[in-house]
Each structure stands twice: as structure tokens, then as C-alpha cells.
């Protein structure tokens, strides 16, 4: 698997959390992409410190400019080699602790499961953030029928092949449920653990800007009702077979 860390100017919090994420992997075969997206501090020599020291699986990709958190975890999806794709918030508020838990989810049912999405239980933010998250997630609900109640939160193992699938836009990242569900994937849901941030601020608010977030919805609002069917396509042989 590959785990996908979108991060700017984390250098404080991606030590302790690149660490846990090694702990709670140990054993499988395993990736860490922190895609540093355009930081000023000190990401890049903390990361070269922790590859060259305990963390040979960990890879750093860099952004020369401020992109985004959409647009850093897609980087990350394209360079990941893993056919699973594990995203995590890189302020260390997701614990790693629940990414086993999540793949086991995933291996249930025959393997068929599309998506794992953690939802966050005793949010640690401001009121302010809380209520404008559960106002949002209660009008993107409405209207997608996505069936989850917290697409904010940033643990989420994808399977890469329908990762790859997904349209792509800023903002993307908020409703993959809902584009994963539009291409006939299968989603299911973790109770997951939200954490103080430990270092630093918050670089991507949940809507970034209130008028772009309600486009967006709409946006996909729209993707979904343009879906008609899912192709199940099968290669024919010379014998018909």
C-alpha cells in the first residue's frame, strides 16, 4: 500500500506521525509519500533526515508552489506504486493507529469493498469549524446521498485503479465518497479517533471559501446525475471466449 501524506509546512508534526505510520504498518509491505506542497520550513531536511536514518520506505515529493490539498494528494496518487492508496492528514490530528483497521474493512466481503472512510469521533476543533463542517455536511448529504456524515476527514484508503478513475478538480478530495460511489465503487466507514494538532496551524480549512465550496457541490451534484452507467467491459477472444 502506499499512504499519501498532504502536507505544508508540517515539519513539526510529520516526525511523530511518519513514525506512527510506521508502527502501524509494521510487517506489511508499505510506502510513505509526504507530498510537500510548496512549505517554507524546514520539511525537507526533516524528511531527508528520517529516510537517511529509520524510514527507507518514506519518499518526498515537492510541490515548487502551494497547490493545494486536492492537488497534493492526486500528485500522490500518481506517483504511489501501491494498489491500495491510504490518505492521511499531515498535521497529525488522523491517528494511523485505525489504517489496519481500515484495510481489514476493505478485505471483507471478498475484497469487493472500494473505499474505507474514517469518520471522526470528538472532533478536536473550534465551535466555529464544527458547526460550519456539520451545516456542510448536512447540505452535501442532501443533495449526493453520499451515506457518510464526515467527508472532511482525511483517512481514507482507495483502491488506486478507481483513484485513478475519479474526476479531478480543486476541492476534490471533499467528496470522494460521492465519486467513488459514481463509478460503482463500494464504500464503507471507521469510527476513527480526531487528535489536538500538536505543532503549527492549519494550512487547508475544511471549504477554504464558503462560495467555492457551495460550486463545488453543485459541481458534483451535477457529475452524478450525468452518470448513467457503470461499464463492466470484457475483452473478447478470437474463439468468442
Not at 516526525?15 to 510537500?36: K, M, Q, S, Y
Not at 479531478?168 to 478530495?173: I, N, R, S
Amino acid at each position: 500500500m502506499s499512504v499519501v501524506i498532504p502536507a505544508k509546512d508540517e515539519a513539526g508534526n510529520l516526525p511523530g506521525l511518519v513514525t506512527e505510520i510506521g508502527a502501524a504498518l509494521a510487517g506489511r509491505p508499505f510506502e510513505v509519500l509526504v507530498v510537500d506542497d510548496g512549505s517554507t520550513d524546514e520539511t525537507g531536511r526533516v524528511l531527508a533526515e528520517m529516510a537517511a536514518a529509520s524510514a527507507p520506505w518514506l519518499r518526498h515529493i515537492r510541490h515548487a508552489q502551494s497547490c493545494g490539498q486536492s492537488a497534493s494528494i492526486r500528485t500522490g496518487v500518481r506517483y504511489a506504486r501501491g494498489r491500495v492508496i491510504v490518505t492521511i492528514d499531515g498535521d497529525g490530528q488522523n491517528d494511523p493507529r485505525f489504517i489496519p483497521q481500515m484495510l481489514s474493512a476493505m478485505e471483507a466481503e471478498g475484497g469487493d469493498v472500494t473505499m474505507v472512510a474514517g469518520e471522526r469521533q470528538g472532533r478536536k476543533a473550534s465551535w466555529g469549524k464544527r458547526y460550519g463542517s456539520r451545516a456542510a455536511n448536512g447540505l452535501r448529504r442532501t443533495l449526493l446521498n453520499d451515506g457518510t456524515r464526515d467527508t472532511g476527514c482525511g483517512l481514507k484508503a482507495i483502491r488506486r485503479e478507481i483513484f485513478l478513475e475519479l474526476p479531478y478538480f480543486d476541492g476534490w478530495h471533499r467528496y470522494l465518497p460521492a465519486l467513488v460511489k459514481r463509478e460503482g465503487g463500494s464504500v464503507r466507514y471507521v469510527d476513527v479517533v480526531d487528535r489536538e494538532r500538536v505543532f503549527g496551524a492549519s494550512h487547508y480549512g475544511l471549504w477554504d471559501r464558503a462560495a467555492v465550496g457551495i460550486l463545488d457541490l453543485f459541481g458534483v451534484w451535477w457529475l452524478m446525475r450525468r452518470r448513467r452507467r457503470i461499464q463492466s467491459p470484457k475483452e473478447m477472444h478470437s474463439d468468442g471466449q
